[in-house]
């Protein structure tokens, strides 16, 4: 293993960003490093996920999570390796995973990552498909979806690391599925690779008009990651008794003070149920959700897309573009190859 630096960068917080965040809201700055003390791990960045709940922990406001802190390192989903262990359940050399700051080589309780299994696939799918928005697909749709076969889902977001995952098990359990993205490379992916019925570009067509046409029978699910507009054109072919799952509302993150179109009267004429939730509220049950998406996965019954930018200078960048529609699936940042 390369010898230890005493500094390291890391990116941080300085301005809370009112709208679009952009350059002048991080900076990447010298950090010193640190030694693990007992039950400690020095880790290296290999991998960083970034992700749109990470805009709403901008925000010096009250949410499910507690916001980020200006001038600290800026965390979230990491794949990282093992430089020196004051633990005994971890080695040099193990590859692992956990919410770790941005910093190239950071302090983590053992208690905090878990080992990535390499037999299930790239050490990359703990960050997608079998991490967190893996898990967020399986829970949000199979516990408040509740898909039957021959109903008829809609996803939103339908080709990123949710919504693709989405549109896959809706496959799975019998569903015509539509997918809404941003562009006809986005809606040719979800059509030919993840096997959709149909796919709506919503920046080239009418999305009313287009669901209608796409959805003869109304809808029967609804997996919103996006909010806004597009939501509004679902709600009025909601079928009785449908099932919203309220994942994300990207479309309102950089939108002070966003306002739509009223949806009481379309829930309250299809007697619709709609829930909002975050994967941590299924945390007693990630163990029957990561078994049931790695075995689709080993079977070849689900796939995934990765964009990977890399360098750790390029973090930022990769997280601006989540705002810009520029990933197919999940977007990730390589940092460095383990050792």
Request: charged share 20%; net charge negative; aromatic share 8%.
């Amino acid at each position: 293993m390369e010898g230890v630096r005493s500094l390291n960068r890391e990116i941080q917080l300085i301005k809370r960003p009112k709208t679009v965040p952009t350059h002048e809201h991080l900076s990447i700055i010298e950090a010193e490093s640190l030694q693990p003390q007992e039950g400690e791990l020095l880790v290296e960045l290999l991998y960083v996920s970034v992700d749109p709940y990470m805009r709403g922990r901008m925000n010096d406001a009250k949410s499910y999570v507690a916001p980020f802190q200006l001038n600290e390192a800026i965390s979230g989903g990491v794949v990282a390796q093992v430089i020196e262990s004051k633990a005994e359940q971890f080695t040099t050399g193990d590859i692992v995973t956990g919410s770790l700051p941005w910093r190239e080589k950071a302090i983590t309780s053992a208690d905090s990552v878990r080992k990535v299994d390499p037999t299930l696939g790239s050490i990359t799918t703990s960050l997608g498909i079998l991490g967190m928005p893996g898990l967020t697909a399986y829970f949000g749709l199979i516990d408040i979806g509740k898909p039957k076969e021959g109903e008829t889902l809609v996803v939103s977001g339908a080709a990123g690391a949710v919504g693709s995952t989405v549109v896959q098990l809706g496959k799975l359990f019998g569903c015509r599925v539509v997918g809404i993205a941003g562009s006809d490379e986005k809606t040719n992916y979800i059509t030919n690779e993840l096997g959709a019925d149909a796919a709506i570009n919503y920046k080239t067509e009418n999305v009313a008009k287009a669901l209608q046409s796409a959805c003869p029978s109304g809808v029967d699910i609804y997996f919103d990651n996006v909010g806004g507009e597009i939501a509004d054109s679902v709600y009025p072919l909601l079928n009785k008794f449908a099932r919203i799952t309220q994942c994300g509302a990207i479309a309102s993150y950089n939108v002070p003070n966003d306002q739509g179109p009223r949806i009481q009267m379309h829930l309250i004429k299809s007697s619709a149920t709609i829930k909002g939730f975050v994967v941590g509220d299924y945390q007693e049950r990630f163990k029957e959700g990561f078994e049931h998406l790695s075995a689709w996965l080993k079977d070849g019954k689900l796939t995934y897309e990765e964009t990977i930018h890399e360098g750790f200078e390029n973090i930022p960048d990769a997280f601006f573009g989540l705002f810009k529609g520029n990933n197919t699936g999940k977007q990730l940042v390589k940092i460095a190859d383990p050792q």
